[in-house]
């Protein structure tokens, strides 16, 4: 008999199947009960179900589980119902998944030949079924095929607890090889079963150590139903387990005490007796049993842990402890391993989203784009996900429409409580205000996008141990740092901005602000207040023109960020007038300017700021960034004798009215000046060549300056001296070793001095120098050369200073190098070129590519003219490898490279124009694998040769040609094949590289191009 003692919608593991008055109270009671401690989902009851309408539920039963067990007893053949059950079992599981005889106090070999007792059975059902003697030889049947199986016999098997664990033993292993039973997608749990695996592989399962591992990740990912997920998956490896939920709020409820007091009793089978843990009898038993614990919400990890499982007292062998936290730090020093939960991929998300707001999978006709963004605002977050998605169930359109546009105004109420749980972590407010770490999570949120610098926020932060507040926050899941660049989930940072919103109705008694409209109130009602730490303010949002009274600041003493700046500011200086961008408000400001600014600003920027003067009481002693871009003034207030230290950059781009640049020799730590468009800069003043730090100097567009470039600082790394009026370079510019990327396009007035150029810089853009002669050098290390529209160059670019050796040297960065000068000659390394014509056919050797590395370089060059003017153009290389090994499929996988062609010096792409012959060089590298999969080795191994076409594309009205194409592969050992080849040179022999023209293929060209974009 069988029966059920879990609901009939559950999956059961294992099927058991008995005769009752043989076996309940006794082997079957035992063998059902270490089933259970073994969290093994089994089929049984004790009552005696055998009626018809429980039929059903067995049957379903039997489908489900995957084990099913038959105990064999002395009169288990005289129950016509344990009869049919076997052969129901037989029916259901021939074939499929396991059935395990289990023969107590029976010879095997009796049930299988039908002797004594069930030769009186068999004897008695046949003469009850004499008219269906069928039935009872499929009960034969059944009971031989069955008693053939593998099974377990219980002669000579005593202690009878010994042979339940073996059987027990045997069950579990054979479950392993099962998928788990656990249905997550019908659950809920996307993406689940990937993370259940990479926490077992941390587990170690097979070693009989004791290990711990932290699950940490911020507030909703899911850390709680993973940890869950894996305690359900392995608890029946365990001899013990426990899973105790919410401790940090069950701790501030009831105590640790109680909490250990609960996680005992789980784990000794709630046994309400439990000794304390101090008790040396408890410490024996925890030392010998095999132990699965689940901590799931520590605030504080350590002491927590600490607190219930302290670090002396011993666990079983192979025993396993899961922490979950918000806070990656505070699980180092006791875990194992630590495992960040991360976000859902964009697909996953997708799902989770539509089965809560659909109830499924599929997606209603007009919902797929809103689908979508509501799922990409919730950026992988399964809390979110689901809140949002249960939210918007049975909602209209336009109802969607309207919560998406809420959602970025203000974030769900479920979703910030959960949120904010990790700010309140970080410390409590008191009368001073937000803790220091506080401080430093809030600038974050509210006046720093996603991507900006770590060190530069760190200089920005006024308290001390910056590095440490930073890193800790991102311990906490409340930042995110990617090479050095940090960045904010959204729900995260709009948690924060509604904290500071928070704080008071009145905008001027607020921390922080950054809504226009309530820094428009605060300016021009004068309501600011010793509250206010910083303002942040687009100008380009502006309604209307603001009116800012002189005394709009006196109030705001406590002020450490004040930034007025508009995007819409561009490379000229100017706004985007052009495109449509223009600014129509202003910020108007009396003559007299403002009266007062905070001493203890740190970030000062004010685009377009409307006075000639600051205030002569500033004290900037704590100023570390001035941004003053296209303002009207005249010249800052300073002397080399003030206290400007801490200041880092200055940018006072397009500052048309600045008459001079004072000594700021103070300023120690300056690392980065813009004064590009400045008109009245003559000259480079002497005092620069004392900034030992300064790394990067923008002069561009200061079209008076002519000297003084003997004063630049050795340290500096990025220089632009774009559209100046210099003459030549000094001998002294070969001592600037450090300098990378040097921008001198557009010096009309250029003529020499290219010969004192540094060996290191990796960029160089000489756009438009229209009087320079020759480029009779270039530096060893050079990766991007802007020669363009050098209209009196006579001296051909040697781009072999850049290749060294004359080839592709074998640490050669194919990606990034790029070139472009006047010329109508492909360089004659180039062993594959064209005379006439943008695409080439190249026969490829055996060993064309590395055997043990997927990455393809090759170089390929243009000549070109743009008869005009294009907007954002860029270099198509098209390209179709070809094999031999089918000729019905001889085209392999196909793709295009895209090089942008940087004209006017790199400083804008939107117009670009060459009406003479230029040449282009550039490098390119494929990835083998990505275009051929896992096995590129093998399939390029048939790869025979390979077309190539180039074009040049962009936006705009423009006729472009191509006279001529050259290609420069790699082979093996990273060295171009230097002997020139052209078309008429081909003999069709297949060893080496060779070009050809074939008639199958789309790319192949004879002809010059010409083209017309109009895009």
């Given at each position: 008999?069988?029966?059920?003692?879990?609901?009939?919608?559950?999956?059961?593991?294992?099927?058991?199947?008995?005769?009752?008055?043989?076996?309940?109270?006794?082997?079957?009671?035992?063998?059902?009960?270490?089933?259970?401690?073994?969290?093994?989902?089994?089929?049984?009851?004790?009552?005696?179900?055998?009626?018809?309408?429980?039929?059903?539920?067995?049957?379903?039963?039997?489908?489900?589980?995957?084990?099913?067990?038959?105990?064999?007893?002395?009169?288990?053949?005289?129950?016509?119902?344990?009869?049919?059950?076997?052969?129901?079992?037989?029916?259901?599981?021939?074939?499929?998944?396991?059935?395990?005889?289990?023969?107590?106090?029976?010879?095997?070999?009796?049930?299988?030949?039908?002797?004594?007792?069930?030769?009186?059975?068999?004897?008695?059902?046949?003469?009850?079924?004499?008219?269906?003697?069928?039935?009872?030889?499929?009960w034969?049947?059944?009971?031989?095929?069955?008693?053939?199986?593998?099974?377990?016999?219980?002669?000579?098997?005593?202690?009878?607890?010994?042979?339940?664990?073996?059987?027990?033993?045997?069950?579990?292993?054979?479950?392993?090889?099962?998928?788990?039973?656990?249905?997550?997608?019908?659950?809920?749990l996307?993406?689940?079963?990937?993370?259940?695996?990479?926490?077992?592989?941390?587990?170690?399962?097979?070693?009989?150590?004791v290990?711990?591992?932290?699950?940490?990740?911020?507030?909703?990912i899911?850390?709680?139903?993973?940890?869950?997920?894996?305690?359900?998956?392995?608890?029946?490896?365990?001899?013990?387990?426990?899973?105790?939920?919410?401790?940090?709020?069950?701790?501030?409820?009831?105590?640790?005490?109680?909490?250990?007091?609960?996680?005992?009793?789980?784990?000794?089978?709630?046994?309400?007796?439990?000794?304390?843990?101090?008790?040396?009898?408890?410490?024996?038993?925890?030392?010998?049993?095999?132990v699965?614990?689940?901590?799931?919400?520590?605030?504080?990890?350590?002491?927590?842990?600490?607190?219930?499982?302290?670090?002396?007292?011993?666990?079983?062998?192979?025993?396993?402890?899961?922490?979950?936290?918000?806070?990656?730090?505070?699980?180092?020093?006791?875990?194992?391993?630590?495992?960040?939960?991360?976000?859902?991929?964009d697909?996953?998300?997708?799902?989770l989203?539509?089965?809560?707001?659909?109830?499924?999978n599929?997606?209603?006709?007009?919902?797929?784009?809103?689908?979508?963004?509501?799922?990409?605002?919730?950026?992988?977050?399964?809390?979110?996900?689901?809140?949002?998605?249960?939210?918007?169930?049975?909602?209209?359109v336009?109802?969607?429409?309207?919560?998406?546009?809420?959602?970025?105004?203000?974030?769900?109420?479920?979703?910030?409580?959960?949120?904010?749980?990790?700010?309140?972590?970080?410390?409590?407010?008191?009368?001073?205000?937000y803790t220091?770490?506080?401080?430093?999570?809030?600038?974050?949120?509210?006046?720093h996008?996603?991507?900006?610098?770590?060190?530069?926020?760190?200089?920005?932060?006024?308290?001390?141990?910056?590095?440490?507040?930073?890193?800790?926050?991102?311990?906490?899941?409340?930042?995110?740092?990617?090479?050095?660049?940090?960045?904010m989930h959204?729900?995260?940072?709009?948690?924060?901005?509604?904290?500071?919103?928070?704080?008071?109705?009145?905008?001027?008694?607020?921390?922080?602000?950054?809504?226009?409209?309530?820094?428009?109130?605060?300016?021009?009602?004068?309501t600011?207040?010793?509250?206010?730490?910083?303002?942040?303010?687009?100008?380009?949002?502006?309604e209307?023109?603001?009116?800012?009274?002189p005394?709009?600041?006196?109030?705001?003493?406590?002020?450490?960020?004040?930034?007025?700046?508009h995007?819409?500011?561009?490379?000229?200086?100017?706004?985007?007038?052009?495109?449509?961008?223009?600014?129509?408000?202003?910020?108007?400001l009396?003559l007299?300017?403002?009266?007062?600014?905070?001493?203890?600003?740190?970030?000062?920027?004010?685009?377009?700021?409307?006075?000639?003067?600051?205030?002569?009481?500033?004290?900037?002693?704590?100023?570390?960034?001035?941004?003053?871009?296209?303002?009207?003034?005249?010249?800052?207030?300073?002397?080399?004798?003030?206290?400007?230290?801490?200041?880092?950059?200055?940018?006072?781009?397009y500052?048309?009215?600045?008459?001079?640049?004072?000594?700021?020799?103070?300023?120690?730590?300056?690392?980065?000046?813009?004064?590009?468009?400045?008109?009245?800069?003559?000259?480079?003043?002497?005092?620069?060549?004392?900034?030992?730090?300064?790394?990067?100097?923008?002069?561009?567009?200061?079209?008076?300056?002519?000297?003084?470039?003997?004063?630049?600082?050795?340290?500096?790394?990025?220089?632009?001296?774009?559209?100046?009026?210099?003459?030549a370079?000094?001998?002294?510019?070969?001592?600037?070793?450090?300098?990378?990327?040097?921008?001198?396009?557009?010096?009309?007035?250029?003529?020499?001095?290219?010969?004192?150029?540094?060996?290191?810089?990796?960029?160089?853009y000489?756009?438009?120098?229209?009087?320079?002669?020759?480029?009779?050098?270039?530096?060893?290390?050079?990766?991007?050369l802007?020669?363009s529209?050098?209209?009196?160059?006579?001296?051909?670019?040697?781009?072999?200073?850049?290749?060294?050796?004359?080839?592709?040297?074998?640490?050669?960065?194919?990606?990034?190098?790029?070139?472009?000068?006047?010329?109508?000659?492909?360089?004659?390394?180039?062993?594959?070129?064209?005379?006439?014509?943008?695409?080439?056919?190249?026969?490829?050797?055996?060993?064309?590519?590395?055997?043990?590395?997927?990455?393809?370089?090759?170089?390929?060059?243009?000549?070109?003219?743009?008869?005009?003017?294009?907007?954002?153009?860029?270099?198509?290389?098209?390209?179709?490898?070809?094999?031999?090994?089918?000729?019905d499929?001889?085209?392999?996988?196909?793709?295009?490279?895209?090089?942008?062609?940087?004209?006017?010096?790199?400083r804008?792409?939107?117009?670009?124009?060459?009406?003479?012959?230029?040449?282009?060089?550039?490098?390119?590298?494929?990835?083998?694998?990505?275009?051929?999969?896992e096995?590129?080795?093998?399939?390029?191994?048939?790869?025979?040769?390979?077309?190539?076409?180039?074009?040049?594309?962009?936006?705009?009205?423009?006729?472009?040609?191509?006279?001529?194409?050259?290609?420069?592969?790699?082979?093996?050992?990273?060295?171009?094949?230097?002997?020139?080849?052209?078309?008429?040179?081909?003999?069709?022999?297949?060893?080496?590289?060779?070009?050809?023209v074939?008639?199958?293929?789309?790319?192949?060209?004879?002809?010059?191009?010409?083209?017309?974009?109009?895009?």
């Amino acid at each position: 008999m069988a029966a059920s003692s879990s609901s009939s919608q559950e999956k059961y593991e294992v099927f058991l199947s008995f005769r009752g008055e043989d076996t309940r109270d006794g082997f079957i009671g035992h063998l059902y009960n270490a089933l259970r401690r073994k969290r093994i989902n089994t089929y049984k009851d004790d009552e005696n179900l055998e009626s018809g309408h429980k039929i059903s539920e067995i049957m379903d039963a039997i489908k489900e589980s995957k084990i099913c067990i038959i105990v064999f007893s002395k009169d288990f053949a005289s129950s016509t119902w344990c009869l049919d059950e076997v052969f129901r079992i037989l029916e259901c599981k021939r074939g499929g998944n396991d059935i395990i005889p289990i023969f107590y106090g029976i010879e095997p070999s009796i049930v299988r030949k039908q002797e004594q007792s069930y030769a009186v059975s068999f004897d008695k059902h046949e003469q009850c079924f004499k008219d269906k003697k069928d039935k009872v030889q499929r009960w034969r049947d059944a009971l031989k095929e069955v008693a053939a199986l593998s099974g377990y016999d219980s002669k000579n098997k005593s202690p009878e607890y010994k042979f339940i664990d073996e059987i027990v033993e045997d069950i579990l292993s054979k479950l392993c090889r099962y998928p788990s039973t656990c249905d997550h997608s019908k659950r809920g749990l996307i993406g689940i079963e990937n993370h259940i695996k990479e926490i077992e592989g941390l587990l170690c399962m097979e070693s009989m150590d004791v290990r711990t591992i932290g699950l940490y990740g911020m507030g909703g990912i899911g850390k709680t139903t993973l940890a869950l997920a894996v305690f359900q998956t392995l608890s029946h490896h365990f001899e013990s387990r426990c899973f105790l939920r919410n401790v940090r709020e069950e701790c501030e409820k009831r105590g640790v005490m109680k909490l250990r007091k609960e996680l005992l009793s789980k784990l000794f089978c709630d046994d309400k007796t439990v000794p304390s843990l101090e008790s040396t009898h408890l410490q024996e038993r925890l030392c010998r049993t095999k132990v699965l614990i689940v901590l799931d919400d520590l605030v504080d990890a350590i002491s927590q842990l600490n607190e219930l499982l302290p670090k002396e007292y011993k666990l079983g062998a192979g025993s396993r402890i899961i922490v979950t936290t918000r806070d990656a730090q505070l699980l180092k020093s006791r875990t194992d391993k630590v495992y960040e939960v991360k976000r859902l991929n964009d697909i996953e998300a997708l799902k989770l989203f539509r089965l809560h707001a659909f109830k499924n999978n599929c997606v209603l006709e007009g919902y797929e784009a809103l689908s979508k963004s509501v799922a990409d605002y919730a950026y992988g977050n399964p809390l979110a996900l689901e809140v949002l998605g249960s939210s918007l169930h049975s909602k209209s359109v336009e109802e969607w429409k309207s919560a998406l546009d809420e959602l970025q105004m203000e974030l769900n109420p479920k979703i910030e409580e959960v949120l904010r749980i990790s700010f309140n972590q970080l410390g409590k407010k008191d009368k001073k205000g937000y803790t220091p770490i506080q401080d430093v999570f809030l600038d974050i949120a509210c006046f720093h996008y996603d991507g900006v610098d770590r060190k530069f926020v760190e200089n920005m932060i006024q308290h001390s141990g910056a590095t440490k507040k930073i890193s800790d926050l991102i311990d906490k899941c409340l930042i995110i740092e990617d090479r050095n660049r940090l960045s904010m989930h959204a729900f995260v940072r709009q948690m924060g901005k509604a904290i500071v919103y928070d704080e008071n109705k009145e905008p001027g008694q607020r921390s922080r602000l950054w809504k226009a409209q309530d820094v428009r109130h605060v300016l021009e009602r004068n309501t600011g207040s010793c509250t206010i730490e910083g303002i942040l303010l687009n100008l380009f949002q502006l309604e209307k023109d603001v009116k800012v009274r002189p005394t709009a600041l006196s109030n705001m003493h406590d002020l450490r960020i004040l930034r007025f700046f508009h995007d819409a500011f561009d490379y000229e200086g100017k706004f985007r007038e052009r495109l449509g961008w223009a600014p129509y408000n202003k910020m108007h400001l009396l003559l007299e300017g403002i009266e007062y600014l905070s001493d203890k600003l740190r970030q000062f920027q004010w685009d377009l700021y409307p006075s000639k003067d600051l205030p002569s009481n500033f004290n900037p002693e704590n100023l570390v960034e001035l941004v003053m871009r296209g303002s009207q003034l005249v010249e800052l207030p300073w002397n080399e004798d003030q206290p400007i230290e801490n200041l880092m950059k200055i940018d006072l781009g397009y500052c048309e009215s600045l008459i001079q640049i004072q000594n700021l020799c103070g300023a120690i730590n300056l690392q980065w000046i813009n004064i590009e468009g400045c008109p009245s800069l003559v000259q480079v003043p002497s005092w620069f060549k004392n900034l030992n730090k300064l790394e990067h100097l923008d002069l561009g567009c200061c079209k008076n300056l002519k000297d003084g470039l003997e004063n630049l600082p050795l340290n500096i790394m990025v220089l632009s001296l774009y559209g100046t009026a210099i003459e030549a370079l000094p001998s002294s510019f070969r001592d600037l070793e450090k300098l990378v990327y040097l921008n001198l396009s557009h010096c009309k007035n250029l003529t020499g001095g290219i010969e004192n150029l540094p060996l290191n810089p990796r960029r160089l853009y000489l756009s438009g120098c229209t009087r320079l002669k020759s480029i009779p050098v270039l530096p060893s290390g050079l990766d991007f050369l802007d020669a363009s529209n050098c209209t009196s160059l006579e001296t051909s670019v040697s781009w072999s200073d850049i290749q060294q050796v004359e080839g592709i040297r074998e640490d050669y960065n194919f990606e990034y190098r790029q070139a472009v000068y006047p010329g109508n000659e492909i360089p004659e390394w180039f062993s594959h070129q064209t005379d006439d014509g943008n695409s080439s056919h190249i026969h490829l050797p055996p060993n064309w590519f590395p055997i043990h590395d997927p990455l393809f370089g090759f170089l390929f060059s243009v000549v070109f003219r743009l008869n005009g003017y294009m907007s954002s153009p860029y270099i198509l290389v098209e390209f179709n490898f070809q094999t031999n090994v089918n000729s019905d499929d001889r085209l392999r996988p196909a793709g295009r490279i895209r090089r942008t062609l940087f004209c006017d010096g790199g400083r804008e792409i939107y117009r670009c124009e060459m009406e003479r012959d230029h040449v282009f060089i550039a490098g390119v590298k494929l990835n083998l694998k990505r275009l051929f999969g896992e096995e590129w080795s093998s399939v390029c191994c048939n790869v025979t040769e390979v077309s190539f076409r180039v074009s040049i594309e962009g936006t705009g009205v423009i006729n472009w040609e191509i006279k001529k194409f050259g290609m420069g592969l790699a082979s093996t050992w990273g060295t171009a094949t230097k002997s020139k080849r052209r078309f008429s040179e081909c003999n069709g022999q297949a060893s080496g590289y060779q070009d050809k023209v074939d008639s199958h293929d789309p790319h192949a060209s004879s002809k010059r191009i010409k083209a017309q974009s109009n895009n």
